[in-house]
């Protein structure tokens, strides 16, 4: 990739496998009606983007969830487990990709998310690769409740390329939703987005 020095990645949907069908699934069972009423892509409830921003912490997302499917009945594991049904697997051909590429690309990470999704998905992590950890793969890797921002704010970008003395148009921001890499391209980076049915390991690096 000519005048690439660093890649920036998404994480679900690009280095874990995600189904959000499944997340669907689980809390219809518990007795959720229209899902995708609340939970779908143009669902704007500040209580979901202040996790995401770590604003407010897993009981009171619990909490909120619960009042707002009303799943009054629900435990707090239930709407636990359904919330990270949508985690699947972590396919090793695309972590062997990352190894290769740390030889060539300084590699970070950056991930809309919040604290009971990524304590899922370390569990995952572990349980495929054993002592390793994700963050291993990475120079360094942003969540976005831990730092305080998110996708799609181009001032996301900008912190982390100042924080690591990045240049924008040698950082390859990659994603699988296209809003995510439009701000990345707003904050002066590069995007790759990765349509549906495309994955990492489809790409010349």
């Known amino acids: 990739m000519n005048g690439i020095k660093n890649i920036i990645f998404d994480l679900g949907g690009v280095i874990i496998n995600l189904d959000n069908r499944l997340t669907e699934k689980a809390f219809t069972d518990l007795g959720m009606k229209n899902f995708r009423e609340y939970f779908g892509h143009g669902f704007a409830a500040s209580f979901f983007k202040d996790y995401e921003v770590g604003?407010?912490?897993?009981?009171?997302?619990?909490?909120?969830?619960?009042?707002?499917?009303?799943?009054?009945?629900?435990?707090?594991?239930?709407?636990?487990?359904?919330?990270?049904?949508?985690?699947?697997?972590?396919?090793?051909?695309r972590i062997r990709l990352l190894k290769e590429l740390r030889?060539?690309?300084?590699?970070?990470?950056?991930?809309?998310?919040?604290?009971?999704?990524?304590?899922?998905?370390?569990?995952?992590?572990?349980?495929?690769?054993?002592?390793?950890?994700?963050?291993?793969?990475?120079?360094?890797?942003?969540?976005?409740?831990l730092m305080g921002m998110r996708k799609p704010d181009p001032g996301s970008f900008s912190y982390i390329l100042k924080e690591n003395n990045l240049i924008g148009e040698e950082t390859l921001f990659v994603d699988d939703a296209i809003?995510?890499?439009?701000?990345?391209?707003?904050?002066?980076?590069?995007?790759?987005?990765?349509?549906?049915?495309?994955?990492?390991?489809?790409?010349?690096?």
């Open 179 to 205: 809003v995510n890499v439009e701000g990345a391209e707003q904050a002066g980076l590069k995007g790759l987005f990765l349509r549906p049915g495309i994955s990492l390991l489809d790409f010349q690096w």
């Open 103 to 145: 030889k060539t690309y300084r590699l970070f990470l950056f991930s809309n998310t919040n604290a009971l999704h990524l304590a899922a998905l370390r569990e995952i992590w572990t349980g495929t690769f054993g002592e390793s950890t994700l963050e291993d793969y990475f120079e360094k890797t942003y969540y976005s409740h």
């Open 55 to 93: 604003k407010i912490d897993d009981q009171e997302f619990i909490q909120a969830v619960r009042q707002l499917a009303g799943l009054d009945q629900a435990s707090d594991r239930e709407i636990i487990d359904s919330w990270n049904a949508l985690l699947l697997d972590f396919p090793p051909e």
